[in-house]
């Protein structure tokens, strides 16, 4: 069997140690640096077609590369080839599904950048709107503050105070609850501050249709504020606009323009970067199976991009088809591909193996955490885990898996 893993956000290199698990597993792995092996965007100045290589062709030839190499080495192709990626990863995953629907028999995309077109200019929404002025800034000592009134409105929504949100969509929180009553304090959001937390929690729109171009952060991601709201914005969207949309290495990120900027990037990036197609139907009439997942803490990639990408799936394929070769688990209290506070250490590819090689199509994934020792079922999105109200909160046999009323 033949197995890729993910790449790194920034670089796209490969993940080495995800190459060594795949090994002791007994499979055949391949890796490809995408086209380029330094970080940042400059890779593809006045290089159109390096972005070629870096948004789908890259991973294909290195597909069909390493499948000739297994052949000629053992005799035989791999029985089955996988996928399993997180953030560029989960876009390289889509985009494979989607593209070259014959490469994968199995695909994992987790927490995928896969509207890449909109992504990078919501990368810069965030910081703008604490950098608006001097006054909007809310300074990282203030985040435990924000991220404590979160989890007193909305904790018990879900049955059990432990510290994560199961289901943020249903959060309500406003930050005008903590607003100062005097003097700025580090308990408290300024007035200034407490706008600047609402366009944090509200989806980027467009400045003249008031067109919705990418959802937001999610109440329960506030202690990993600092990737986007932080004092500088990072860098892949910046290196986007400066080398890949302007090719000015001089671009300053505080005058983007949400209008032109967007229509711009769009153009760029939607025929050779986004992986938003929904038509997945050559993908799975060969019977591919793609298991998605997203943390709701992701403090890096609006968590309900994943939802709406499943959702335009289930809208183009009707829901049986979708659900036949397609899965999504919304992770809760999950940052960017790993860590926070919830359960996020799970076998996913163990659960694709058996899906894709004896039909078990997984429904619930059991997952943990071992600082508290903790164990929760993941559930198929729009289902959310619900205590039965009868032993430990700490044991995922005390859970089932429920749509929220």
Request: hydrophobic content about 35%.
């Amino acid at each position: 069997k033949i197995y890729s893993p993910m790449t790194h956000p920034r670089t796209g290199l490969k993940l080495f140690p995800a190459l060594a698990t795949a090994l002791a597993r007994g499979y055949a792995t391949a890796s490809t640096d995408t086209g380029h092996s330094t970080p940042g965007g400059s890779f593809a100045l006045n290089h159109p077609e390096k972005l070629v290589d870096f948004g789908h062709r890259a991973v294909h030839e290195m597909t069909v590369q390493a499948k000739a190499l297994i052949a000629a080495f053992y005799g035989n192709q791999p029985s089955k080839s996988y996928w399993n990626g997180c953030s560029t990863g989960g876009r390289q995953g889509l985009m494979s599904a989607q593209r070259y629907p014959s490469d994968f028999d199995g695909i994992i995309a987790g927490a995928p950048a896969n509207y890449m077109s909109h992504l990078q200019p919501w990368s810069l929404w965030v910081p703008m709107a604490v950098h608006q002025s001097e006054a909007s800034y809310i300074p990282p000592a203030k985040y435990p503050i924000i991220h404590k009134a979160v989890l007193e409105a909305c904790d018990a929504l879900d049955g059990v105070r432990d510290g994560v949100l199961e289901d943020p969509t249903r959060c309500h929180f406003d930050p005008k609850t903590i607003e100062c009553k005097g003097a700025d304090i580090t308990s408290c959001l300024t007035p200034p501050q407490v706008e600047a937390a609402r366009k944090i929690y509200s989806p980027m729109t467009h400045p003249r249709t008031g067109l919705k171009l990418f959802p937001a952060l999610e109440p329960g991601s506030e202690m990993g504020w600092t990737g986007l709201a932080g004092p500088q914005p990072m860098g892949i969207p910046v290196d986007t606009f400066k080398y890949m949309v302007h090719a000015n290495p001089n671009w300053d990120w505080k005058a983007i323009d949400f209008d032109k900027d967007v229509a711009a990037v769009e153009k760029l990036f939607a025929p050779i970067i986004d992986a938003v197609n929904p038509n997945l139907s050559p993908f799975f009439s060969r019977g591919g199976k793609l298991l998605m997942y997203h943390g709701w803490n992701d403090q890096l990639i609006a968590p309900r991009n994943s939802v709406d990408y499943f959702d335009t799936v289930r809208y183009t394929l009707g829901t049986a088809k979708t659900l036949d070769a397609m899965r999504l688990y919304m992770v809760p209290g999950m940052g960017h591909c790993n860590g926070g506070d919830g359960t996020g250490t799970f076998d996913v590819l163990g659960n694709l193996e058996r899906w894709v090689e004896q039909g078990q199509a997984p429904d619930t994934i059991q997952a943990s955490r071992t600082n508290p020792a903790r164990t929760r079922p993941l559930c198929q999105w729009p289902k959310i885990a619900v205590y039965s109200g009868i032993g430990s909160t700490d044991d995922a046999a005390n859970f089932t898996c429920k749509v929220a009323p």
